[in-house]
């Protein structure tokens, strides 16, 4: 009997990488002509080998447009950084969008391979 071919999910997750997105904030950005900041509340609990760089995370909108970290609106935000193994941070990071009320997902990538190793929908 013939077996119907099944899709495997990928899962993008680093195993040992946990972030808990504490707070998702929307602000208007005048400057920009239009667009819109959104500001994330990140614990990050990075309990792998692995060093995190801020250049590597960014947000992917629905429609597959991505928007790296910009420097926010608040004096605390940071958006050059990086996260040392076996470490814990509590960091805001800042993103320009254009369109406030897509679904987004934060997405972090492997520096070296360039390849996803984690992904998380932001909370609506």
Known sequence: AAVE???RVKTYSLEGLDITINKVKTKKDNLAGGSYMKTLNVSIDN???QLLESIDCYLLDSEGNKHSLVAGLEEDSEFIFHIEPNSIRQLKLAFRVDF??????LVWLDHRSRRVCYKQ???L
Request: aromatic share 6%; hydrophobic share 20%; charged share 20%.
């Open 100 to 105: 406030p009320n897509m679904k987004y997902t």
């Open 5 to 7: 071919p099944k899709a």
């Open 47 to 49: 309990n792998t080998d």
């Open 121 to 123: 929908p932001l909370p």
